[in-house]
């Protein structure tokens, strides 16, 4: 096992470790509740559509009119754009504790995480991430979502790490195995407690 010292830089996923996810299956149910969408056409109109957002090839107006502005509404852009980021909302205790590493151990943070352009940007300033984030690999920014393995190639060659030092907590298992499987040290995030737990096994109190 790794100890403490072998690790300088943390690179960590934001929807479900950091905040809740920005624009997942319960997010799209509460939309499709709340504004009379049609279920099935907005799902697949979404998974058809999602990923090519997710890795910076259009914008989310352009989403939006693949899949929802396709025909006239009773609702405006802006009152759905609205209510997508409203769905974002903090975990206090894992923004704490991240902070904390950083201030104690000089540790490097940087943020890997599958996000549409507007959504990241939303969240890294509604959040506060810049304060203590040292720099985001964001999918839509770097056109590479996980679990292609060059997203992490890219995070290791902008934050000067090697892999062995390197940590990256998450939240899908995955993820966890790709990162793994290029020699950073994974550690699949459950819930506060059971990360706090891992870290202190790592050396970090």
């Not at 934001?14 to 969408?37: C, E, M, Q």
């Not at 991240?98 to 939303?122: D, F, P, T």
């Not at 992490?152 to 499987?181: G, H, K, N, W």
Request: charged share 30%.
């Amino acid at each position: 096992m790794k100890t403490r010292s072998s690790i300088n830089t943390i690179f960590i996923d934001i929807g479900g470790v950091l905040l809740t996810n920005g624009w997942d299956r319960g997010s799209r149910r509460r939309a499709i509740d709340l504004f009379k969408l049609d279920p099935e056409e907005t799902e697949e109109r979404h998974h058809l559509t999602f990923d090519t957002y997710e890795v910076g090839k259009i914008t989310l107006d352009e989403y939006l009119d693949r899949v929802v502005f396709y025909k006239v509404r009773h609702f405006t852009r802006n009152s759905f754009r609205q209510f997508m980021y409203d769905q974002s909302k903090p975990h206090p205790e894992m923004l704490a504790l991240v902070k904390q590493l950083k201030i104690k151990y000089g540790l490097k943070i940087a943020v890997l995480s599958n996000e549409g352009r507007e959504l990241a940007e939303y969240r890294i300033k509604q959040f506060k991430m810049n304060a203590f984030v040292d720099f985001f690999i964001v999918s839509s920014f770097v056109h590479f979502r996980k679990p292609d393995a060059d997203i992490f190639r890219i995070a290791l060659d902008t934050a000067q790490s090697s892999p062995e030092q390197t940590l990256y907590i998450e939240d899908r298992a995955m993820f966890v195995q790709v990162a793994e499987e290029l020699g950073i040290q994974g550690l699949r995030h459950i819930d506060y407690k059971s990360t706090c737990t891992a870290l202190k096994k790592l050396g970090f109190k």
